[in-house]
């Protein structure tokens, strides 16, 4: 049985007057890698949000290996749906942010070798392609060893072929480096390829969580079974 | 290409630093020394002051009683008596009617001395060809003066003279610089100045004057004003200042040459306009008279009746007699 | 060969684009002189530009020339640091703090529209006629423009990279250093150019001010007795000196903003490249 990292906890959030999400339930465990899809404005980047620190919760209470989530989740890192890379700096400061020091720039190149950018160090973000900036966001994020990676839909403005290549970039980082990865997508045949368990979103709250057994093997799984579960989800949303 | 550029770029911000610094030392030299008692005094181009400065046996006289003379230059007598007004220049050497207006106005200053006039260098111009040929030809005409200075009390004066009213000619009140192009094209068809510009526009423009400060009355007097305060604790030192300009003065008037020499080079005004506005002028200095008292109680009388003051000004009781 | 070719044309019509900006001056310039030369214009209200740079040659030597551009460059300079950097450091505190952008700032924008020429007395009558009225009256006009693109250029950064830098962690100096200033980096050097051309129109309504140096004293001067050689060739200063400021403002902007000057150069190829 895998050790629980998160437990999210009856949560709600609304402004003023229109609630976004009431009495969600979800518990994240230890190195998985969990999706959370759902139709747009259904509070999903809300709960992820939530869960970085970026906006308290309005009810309920995230619980992270038994304290209280308040303020900044320094335990957590987020790859933001646009890139956020500073235009001003090349791709290795970017990467390094504020961190200095010779070991520092060492994991950083290691990283950009990683992610496959290892000769675009010295270029400055305008230099490189959405898909190459969201690489270079996902060395960012993982030079800081976040306990938690939050993915807020990073691949949804790239075109079918950077996002499938993407979509595996980062699912065999996550996997390597066995860190527990939280991927918010309003694309269901992207959750099915890369989550082991897809949370549903509807009428405001966490619906359903799908166990998803196709997925962790080396391959990304069977084509027919994959289309099978995402339809089954799509369905539910839709329903 | 890049690094070349820049270096260029440093090599510029470096050589603009280093001009900068060098125009702060400039401003610094005439800082003066310590141990005298500091005297600010304001003068126009051209004026008494002005001969003191160049001739240099001023300043060294007033060392030697253990003053340090700083000279301010200013452009007119309105910036002049506003500097005085704020206690920024201890004398003031200014024309016959920016006193009467600073009084006016509330400023609290003292008639110190008197100077000559330029009676002579002082009137209306009009272009010799001009359809211009007597006084009362001015009817109807357009004449530019600037306001506030002795051109307006000229032209208040001439007219009177004339026998004509205010409101026969029309009043074109122009700064010296506009005023000039608009008579050269004709856009006025006379002007109200004064030496030297009147010398330079007799001579470059074809031009003669009018009627003068000796038909008018309007003398164009220089005086030396202090303010009230200042001048009523330095007594002495007013003495001293009358004594030493009035030997510059005696000084100028043997050596036109000189002057003239000095003057054009500094004013940028050919030889032959100097000569002119000199030698129809002559160089004086000394303690106020009733006299002259006089004169300038008339130009408060005449600017207080046709309202261009608001404020009867009794000029006797700004006065220093100082024997 | 063909791709050589393109080059040169390249290169031909780079050079056509350099010399463009100078076509009307020297135009001008030219027109001018011939004007006068057959005395279309009076030459005592229009000088010749032949009559004007030897006017600036004899001015050159005598010593009268470059020691009243030193002092005039002297108070621009000292005014543009003092009212710059004052015109930075309120923009900078209210761009970042709230409580004193409601304090200062309705102050500081209706002083803002003040003419200059209205302060000269209060400047007389508080600092008298020296130095330090003159650099202030150019410290009050430069402060303003700085003030307003300081501030502006900060409130007006990206709330996305900040939300960034601050999710990931950085410290107070750090999101500072690393973010808030690069960002409104760019608004902030065009704060300095304006704050540099504005440096040079009040300089010249300072050295009217019981000015006895300066190019400003040296126009005046010459106005008072219609030295038109000498009044065109203080127009002629001016215009050089703002030209030559501007001319390194905008350098400096192409120094410190390198990254906006690089296009993507490498469009061939991008979205599959890199990868194993």
């Given at each position: 049985m895998a050790q629980k990292l998160l437990e999210i906890n009856k949560v709600g959030k609304s402004y003023g007057d229109s609630v976004i999400l009431s009495n969600a339930n979800l518990v994240i465990n230890e190195g998985e890698f969990i999706a959370l899809v759902g139709m747009s404005g259904g509070g999903k980047s809300t709960l992820l949000?939530?869960?970085?620190?970026?906006?308290?919760?309005?009810?309920?209470?995230?619980?992270?290996?038994?304290?209280?989530?308040?303020?900044?989740?320094?335990?957590?890192?987020?790859?933001?749906?646009?890139?956020?890379?500073?235009?001003?700096?090349?791709?290795?400061?970017?990467?390094?942010?504020?961190?200095?020091?010779?070991q520092a720039v060492a994991e950083a190149a290691q990283l950009l070798e990683q992610?496959?950018?290892?000769?675009?160090?010295?270029?400055?973000?305008?230099?490189?392609?959405?898909?190459?900036?969201?690489?270079?966001?996902?060395?960012?994020?993982?030079?800081s060893h976040p306990r938690l990676l939050l993915l807020d839909e990073p691949l949804g403005a790239l075109d079918a072929l950077t996002r499938t290549k993407m979509q595996e970039l980062i699912r065999k980082v996550c996997q390597d480096k066995a860190i527990t990865t939280f991927l918010v997508t309003h694309d269901i045949n992207e959750a099915v390829r890369m989550a082991d368990r897809i949370a549903v979103i509807k009428?405001?709250?966490?619906?359903?969580?799908?166990?998803?057994?196709?997925?962790?093997?080396?391959?990304?799984?069977?084509?027919?079974?994959?289309?099978?579960?995402?339809?089954?989800?799509?369905?539910?949303?839709?329903? | 290409?890049?690094?070349?550029?820049?270096?260029?770029?440093?090599?510029?911000?470096?050589?603009?630093?280093?001009?900068?610094?060098?125009?702060?030392?400039?401003?610094?030299?005439?800082?003066?020394?310590?141990?005298?008692?500091?005297?600010?005094?304001?003068?126009?181009?051209?004026?008494?002051?002005?001969?003191?400065?160049?001739?240099?046996?001023?300043?060294?006289?007033?060392?030697?009683?253990?003053?340090?003379?700083?000279?301010?230059?200013?452009?007119?007598?309105?910036a002049m008596m506003q500097a005085l007004a704020s206690g920024n220049v201890d004398y003031a050497r200014v024309g016959d009617t920016p006193p009467v207006s600073a009084l006016a106005s509330g400023t609290k200053l003292t008639y110190v001395a008197a100077g000559g006039t330029k009676a002579k260098g002082s009137g209306i111009l009009i272009h010799k060809n001009s359809s211009i040929k007597t006084l009362a030809d001015l009817k109807g005409k357009k004449v530019a003066y600037t306001k506030g200075t002795s051109s307006q009390y000229m032209l208040l004066r001439a007219l009177k003279v004339a026998g004509l009213s205010n409101d026969d000619i029309t009043w074109v009140n122009l700064d010296s610089d506009a005023a000039s192009v608009a008579y050269s094209k004709g856009k006025v068809d006379a002007w109200a100045n004064w030496d030297p510009s009147v010398a330079q526009v007799e001579i470059t423009e074809n031009s003669k004057l009018l009627v003068d400060g000796t038909t008018t009355k309007a003398l164009n007097r220089s005086f030396i004003v202090s303010p009230t305060t200042y001048a009523s604790k330095n007594k002495t030192l007013s003495k001293l200042i009358i004594k030493y300009?009035?030997?510059?003065?005696?000084?100028?008037?043997?050596?036109?040459?000189?002057?003239?020499?000095?003057?054009?080079?500094?004013?940028?005004?050919?030889?032959?306009?100097?000569?002119?506005?000199?030698?129809?002028?002559?160089?004086?200095?000394?303690?106020m008279s009733k006299s002259v008292v006089k004169e300038e109680q008339e130009i408060a009388n005449v600017f207080y009746d046709n309202n261009i003051l608001t404020k009867k000004i009794n000029v006797s009781k700004h006065v220093q007699y100082l024997k | 060969m063909e791709n050589i070719e393109t080059n040169e044309n390249y290169h031909f019509s780079l050079k056509l684009k350099n010399s463009l900006p100078w076509l009307i001056p020297v135009f001008l310039i030219a027109f001018w002189q011939v004007a006068c030369n057959?005395?279309?214009?009076?030459?005592?209200?229009?000088?010749?530009?032949?009559?004007?740079?030897?006017?600036?040659?004899?001015?050159?030597?005598?010593?009268?020339?470059?020691?009243?551009?030193?002092?005039?460059?002297?108070?621009?300079?000292?005014?543009?640091?003092?009212?710059?950097?004052?015109?930075?450091?309120?923009?900078?505190?209210?761009?970042?703090?709230?409580?004193?952008?409601?304090?200062?700032?309705?102050?500081?924008?209706?002083?803002?529209?003040?003419?200059?020429?209205?302060?000269?007395?209060?400047?007389?009558?508080?600092?008298?006629?020296?130095?330090?009225?003159?650099?202030?009256?150019?410290?009050?006009?430069?402060?303003?423009?700085?003030?307003?693109?300081?501030?502006?250029?900060?409130?007006?950064?990206?709330?996305?990279?900040?939300?960034?830098?601050?999710?990931?962690?950085?410290?107070?100096?750090?999101?500072?250093?690393?973010?808030?200033?690069?960002?409104?980096?760019?608004?902030?050097?065009?704060?300095?150019?304006?704050?540099?051309?504005?440096?040079?129109?009040?300089?010249?309504?300072?050295?009217?001010?019981?000015?006895?140096?300066?190019?400003?004293?040296?126009?005046?001067?010459?106005?008072?007795?219609?030295?038109?050689?000498?009044?065109?060739?203080?127009?002629?200063?001016?215009?050089?000196?703002?030209?030559?400021?501007?001319?390194?403002?905008?350098?400096?902007?192409?120094?410190?903003?390198?990254?906006?000057?690089?296009?993507?150069?490498?469009?061939?190829?991008?979205?599959?490249?890199?990868?194993?």
């Open positions: 949000r939530m869960l970085a620190g970026l906006e308290e919760t309005s009810a309920g209470s995230i619980i992270q290996e038994g304290n209280k989530i308040h303020g900044l989740n320094k335990e957590a890192r987020v790859m933001f749906q646009e890139d956020r890379l500073l235009p001003w700096m090349n791709v290795t400061d970017n990467v390094l942010l504020d961190k200095k020091g010779k992610v496959g950018l290892s000769q675009y160090s010295t270029k400055i973000p305008t230099q490189l392609s959405g898909g190459q900036r969201q690489r270079v966001a996902l060395a960012r994020a993982l030079m009428n405001g709250t966490i619906w359903r969580i799908v166990e998803n057994p196709y997925r962790g093997k080396e391959s990304l799984g069977d084509k027919e079974k994959e289309v099978e579960i995402s339809e089954e989800i799509l369905a539910e949303i839709l329903e | 290409m890049k690094n070349l550029k820049k270096s260029f770029i440093v090599v510029l911000l470096l050589f603009w630093c280093g001009v900068a610094v060098y125009g702060w030392h400039l401003t610094r030299e005439d800082a003066g020394s310590s141990s005298l008692k500091n005297v600010v005094v304001g003068y126009q181009a051209g004026d008494e002051f002005y001969v003191s400065k160049i001739r240099g046996q001023f300043v060294k006289k007033m060392k030697a009683k253990g003053y340090n003379v700083k000279f301010k230059e200013f452009q007119n007598g309105a300009t009035e030997q510059d003065m005696k000084w100028a008037n043997k050596n036109h040459s000189k002057l003239i020499k000095k003057m054009s080079a500094d004013l940028k005004l050919s030889k032959k306009v100097v000569r002119r506005s000199i030698t129809r002028r002559t160089f004086s200095m000394s303690s | 057959l005395s279309w214009v009076n030459e005592t209200l229009l000088p010749s530009p032949i009559d004007v740079v030897t006017n600036g040659i004899k001015l050159f030597k005598k010593g009268e020339l470059q020691e009243n551009m030193s002092i005039s460059l002297y108070r621009a300079t000292a005014g543009l640091l003092i009212g710059g950097g004052l015109g930075f450091v309120l923009g900078f505190i209210n761009g970042v703090s709230h409580t004193t952008r409601l304090l200062f700032d309705s102050t500081i924008q209706m002083l803002r529209n003040i003419p200059h020429l209205a302060l000269i007395p209060l400047i007389i009558l508080w600092l008298g006629i020296g130095e330090s009225a003159k650099i202030s009256l150019v410290a009050l006009g430069c402060l303003f423009p700085m003030y307003i693109n300081t501030y502006h250029g900060i409130t007006s950064v990206d709330p996305k990279l900040i939300e960034m830098g601050k999710s990931y962690e950085l410290s107070k100096k750090d999101l500072f250093v690393k973010v808030i200033f690069p960002g409104a980096l760019p608004t902030i050097l065009m704060g300095v150019r304006y704050a540099l051309g504005v440096m040079w129109t009040t300089l010249i309504v300072a050295e009217t001010i019981s000015a006895s140096s300066g190019i400003g004293y040296m126009s005046t001067n010459a106005e008072q007795f219609m030295d038109m050689k000498t009044i065109v060739l203080c127009i002629l200063i001016y215009a050089l000196l703002g030209k030559s400021s501007d001319f390194i403002a905008k350098n400096l902007e192409d120094i410190f903003l390198e990254w906006r000057a690089i296009e993507r150069r490498d469009t061939n190829g991008s979205e599959a490249s890199g990868d194993k």
